[in-house]
């Protein structure tokens, strides 16, 4: 084999390596993008980037100026009804009656693109109990707060998104119901840890699934949800606010198992909502986002870099040890 190749080869690869730990943003035609395949609707700023599957009811987001080595994935699983003796869901056994499945339900989705925010509706209409499931997602141009809280969704970091269960009505012995969601993230290069946020990283009136990364000082993503939901009538006026509660367990007849790098039991999240009363329309406000976190050297720069630096270095030996033959 020709050895001059190889070292264009080598030099080449080096070359690339060395400025792969630092990467810059850049700005396209506008501050919210987004496109449509057959399959995903892609929105893009220069801090997030989401993939929505509409047909699935889930989505996947990452950090739009650092890199994709780690890319955070919500499903949405089921919606199923719960009993027990209180509001609280105490464990899978208290499930009540056929869960409707949030994976393969029939969704269907509108995009509506405004000058200042994307929105995105998914939506399930007709259940076998008559009630409408709605996901509206938001990505702002601007800084918005969310209502009844002091947190201000950041314009082009975080997408807010309501969950909105229209005309449900409860069984006789329905104590509430829940959603069970899986929290993971998909490209596993770097191991992340999924655990509960601190006080001081929920903030007022907020709880967060925060994405702890070893590829970072800080916790890189996360998902939140407000502890309160809103109730409304026909007329859309304001008639309740309701506690929104959680629970954690793996539900064995739910996929995926759990995965390498959950603390035990935080695989499967469920989020409960009590019995407000038949014929009404809940909406709760979560949220996903990314942190501009400090990232580790090591993998940021040094990495990539000390890399590059030994292929050089391979090159100019191989430069020496041919010209001494």
């Keep these: 084999m020709n050895i001059k190749k190889i070292l ?12 792969a730990g630092v990467q810059m943003a850049s700005a396209n035609d506008g501050p919210i993008r987004y496109s449509e395949i057959a399959t995903a609707v892609t929105i ?49 056994f208290e499930l009540l009656g056929m869960p409707y ?28 109990n008559g009630a409408d499931i ?9 800084d918005t707060l969310i209502p009844g809280t002091n947190h201000t969704v950041k314009a082009l970091e975080e997408m807010k998104f309501d969950i909105i269960v229209d005309n449900w009505d409860f069984s006789e ?24 946020g601190t006080a001081a990283e929920n903030g007022d009136l907020l709880r967060t699934m925060q994405f702890a990364s070893e590829a970072a000082e800080d916790p890189t993503a996360y998902y939140a949800w407000t502890t309160f939901a809103n109730i409304y009538n026909s007329t859309d006026d304001l008639v309740d ?58 993998y940021a720069v040094a990495l990539p870099v000390g890399t590059g630096l030994l292929l050089i270095g391979i090159v100019v030996a191989l430069v020496i040890v041919r010209r001494k033959n």
């Design 241 to 298: 606010t309701i506690d929104v509660g959680t629970a954690y367990f793996d539900d064995l007849a739910s996929p995926p198992p759990e995965a390498e790098g959950y603390e035990e039991g935080l695989g499967h999240l469920f989020l409960t909502y009590p019995n407000y009363g038949d014929g009404l329309k809940m909406v709760h406000d979560p949220l996903i986002g990314v942190n501009d976190y400090g990232v580790n050297l090591w």
């Design 101 to 128: 499945n949030l994976i393969t339900g029939d969704w269907e989705y509108v995009v509506d693109a405004q000058e200042n925010q994307l929105t995105i509706t998914l939506s399930i209409l007709g259940l076998p």
């Design 8 to 19: 264009i080869g080598i030099s080449l690869i080096g070359m690339f390596l060395i400025p």
């Design 44 to 92: 893009k700023t220069d801090f997030l980037y989401v993939k929505i599957v509409p047909d699935q009811g889930h989505l996947m987001w990452w950090n739009g100026r650092n890199n994709t080595d780690e890319i955070y994935k919500l499903q949405l699983v089921k919606i199923q009804e719960f009993g027990g003796t209180d509001e609280v869901l105490d464990d899978r």
């Design 173 to 196: 012995t329905a104590k509430g119901y829940a959603i069970q969601t899986y929290l993971t993230e998909t490209r596993h290069r770097n191991r992340v840890r999924v655990r509960n």
């Design 134 to 142: 709605h996901l509206v997602m938001k990505v702002y141009a601007v």
